[in-house]
């Protein structure tokens, strides 16, 4: 198995060399027949998808997670469109960041470069192995990936279409390999390959990342667990408030920018629960609440310590009464994983407040926690969130997946 892999690694570190020198023309038309080849081969996607559907109802996995699996012709063609607009993104090599010249002559280029090889460890969504494999070629680099084996069928599939399409079109052969091999020993074998892999990229359960970076020797960068907030302030649009705070939990229940607590300011807590808790219940949330919260929906049942802290990813909400905008900003700060904040509010005081303090990768104003994410950001698609705060944090896209350089241009100049 390790010899295996090994050569895996060897040969996209080869090709890579290619791929950050590779014309941003070819890389460009590579992507857009890889887009066109996925709606081409729709059919044997789905037919792909629907046995790894079929196992994970039988393993009776959450409907939350089945959906994060599940792959309809909608969500193919949105996929297909994610490609493309990765495709016309900018390319970032060559990119000037910063030029000057020093007191001695010198002429200082920092320009942004491929990092190499990245390898993606990710679980359930095979969208994943085709978005992530566009944006890191986009960025001139190869790529490893390693999906979970809920998704086995569905990423077997769907790379084989993608690497078809980009190596007709001029990628190198082994610039993208997707490991098929289920046994999470692979998982830990590559991260142990410093001498061939530049970044490890991990997406899954908190337990998964924790245990990587613990064993790992190449740089990990974690797509971390979402423990996401929405705060209604004492000053807001009910409505908006409604609207938002529904559509952060019940759209997409399974995914990491989805709410998990709901903070709601006293002064507009007997007002907007009752109607807003209707809505969830209808939707089949389970509702878990503090004692204020309690009293003024019965159907609400007690939330422990462990509940403020807790990664749902499914139709599942607590929700806490706060007395002041302060009181949510240190609830966020100490219960909140990092990654998507909100408050819905009509002062624009109380929203830089809120803006300035919460730490997370992203925060929000008026806005759902649902938002958070590449394609609406404008990036294509991305290749996670980061809740840590080196090399890159937040939404990841093709800018993220480079690194820099100094390039020096001088006259003779030696150092006295």
């Known amino acids: ?27 460009k038309s590579a992507l857009k027949k890889a887009a066109a080849h996925l709606l081409e081969n729709e059919e044997k996607i789905l037919k792909a998808n629907q046995k790894d559907i079929e196992l994970a109802k039988k393993n009776k996995l959450s409907n939350a997670l089945i959906d994060r699996l599940l792959l309809n012709p909608k969500r193919i063609k949105d996929l297909a469109k994610s490609v493309e607009e990765i495709a016309e993104l900018p390319d970032p090599n060559g990119e000037v960041i910063r030029d000057w010249q020093n007191s001695k002559g010198l002429r200082i280029q920092k320009k942004r470069v491929p990092l190499g090889v990245i390898a993606i460890i990710f679980e359930s969504r095979p969208n994943v192995t085709a978005e992530a494999a566009a944006l890191c070629l986009k960025a001139g680099n190869s790529v490893i990936l390693r999906g979970g084996s809920e998704a086995f069928n569905s990423n077997t599939a769907i790379s084989k279409i993608f690497n078809e399409a980009v190596v007709q079109e001029g990628i190198p052969p082994h610039a993208v390999t997707m490991i098929l091999d289920p046994n999470r020993k692979n998982i830990y074998a590559l991260s142990k390959m410093d001498q061939w892999i530049d970044l490890l990229i991990a997406r899954g359960s908190e337990q998964m990342v924790r245990e990587i970076r613990e064993q790992a020797t190449v740089p990990v960068l974690g797509h971390g ?26 759209q997409r229940p399974g995914v990491c920018n989805a709410m998990e607590t709901l903070l709601i300011h006293e002064s507009q807590a007997k007002e907007l629960l009752p109607s807003l808790a209707k809505k969830y219940l209808d939707a089949g949330v389970l509702l878990k609440g503090d ?3 309690r009293k003024i929906v019965p159907q609400i049942q007690k939330a422990g310590e462990e509940d ?45 407040k809120f803006l300035q303090e919460v730490d997370a990768a992203a925060v929000f104003h008026n806005s759902s926690t649902r938002m958070h994410d590449g394609a609406v950001f404008g990036l294509g698609a991305e290749i996670g969130i980061s809740t840590q705060k080196l090399h890159a944090r937040g939404t990841m ?19 006295g």
């Open 1 to 27: 198995m390790f010899q295996r892999l090994l050569k895996i690694a060897r040969q996209s570190k080869e090709d890579s060399r290619t791929m950050a020198l590779l014309p941003d023309k070819i890389k």
């Open 225 to 250: 667990k979402g423990v996401c907030h929405v705060y209604i302030d004492s000053v807001c649009d009910q409505k908006m408030a409604e609207n938002i705070a529904l559509n952060a939990k019940v």
């Open 291 to 293: 004692e204020i919260s």
């Open 308 to 352: 403020w802290k807790t990664e749902y990813l499914d139709l599942i909400l607590s929700i806490k009464i706060v007395n002041s905008l302060e009181e949510a900003i240190v609830h966020i700060n100490r219960y909140g994983s990092g990654h998507t904040e909100a408050i819905v509010t009509k002062s624009k005081e109380n929203a830089k």
């Open 397 to 415: 896209g093709v800018r993220e997946l480079t690194t820099t350089k100094y390039v020096v241009y001088g006259k003779g100049q030696i150092r």
